[in-house]
């Protein structure tokens, strides 16, 4: 079983609409659909612009096979190959925007990040924390050791009694 969205629609009209959306998506960088949809084209989207960043003839077949239009495969494997060339991942961002009024359904803008006219800036990566070195478990019962009060025995006292 595949784990994806059927949208409400047979799989050969889903298909069709989520090439047709990665191709717009990427020729414009940024297109408004409902968010349903939009999270089903950032996952091709994000596969798409794995291919372009593999460069080679394969990726550039299998790339062809999917989205519509020789400027749109140029572009992946040209400007957005070369934009995310240091990005591990998430080339995509999605923006909830409004409520269509027709049907009431939730909308949002899918984009690209790090291109210009963002609507939003992409966050800067968090730091890592530095690495420690594990414990040794031994060290750590000395340690703990260390800052307990001394033992007092019961059998070695000098109470009279």
């Known amino acids: 079983m595949g784990n994806f969205r059927k949208l409400g629609r047979p799989a050969s009209h889903r298909v069709s609409m989520l090439r047709t959306m990665v191709s717009q998506l990427v020729k414009h960088e940024r297109i408004e659909t409902t968010v349903a949809k939009a999270k089903e084209v950032r996952r091709k989207a994000d596969q798409m612009v794995q291919l372009g960043k593999e460069g080679t003839l394969d990726a550039a077949r299998r790339a062809s096979a999917f989205v519509r239009g020789d400027d749109v495969v140029h572009k992946l494997f040209t400007e957005l190959a070369y934009r995310y060339k240091n990005r591990a ?3 995509t ?3 909830r925007t409004r409520i269509r009024v027709g049907d009431a359904a939730e909308m949002a803008y899918i984009e690209f990040v790090d291109r210009e006219n963002e609507l939003r800036e992409a ?28 033992k007092i025995s019961k059998g070695s006292g000098s109470d009279g009694l």
């Open 93 to 95: 961002r999605l923006l």
């Open 123 to 150: 966050k800067p990566a968090t730091p890592q924390p530095p690495q420690r070195a594990p414990m040794d478990p031994w060290a750590k019962s000395r340690a703990s050791q260390q800052w307990a009060g001394p």
């Open 89 to 91: 991942g998430g080339y």
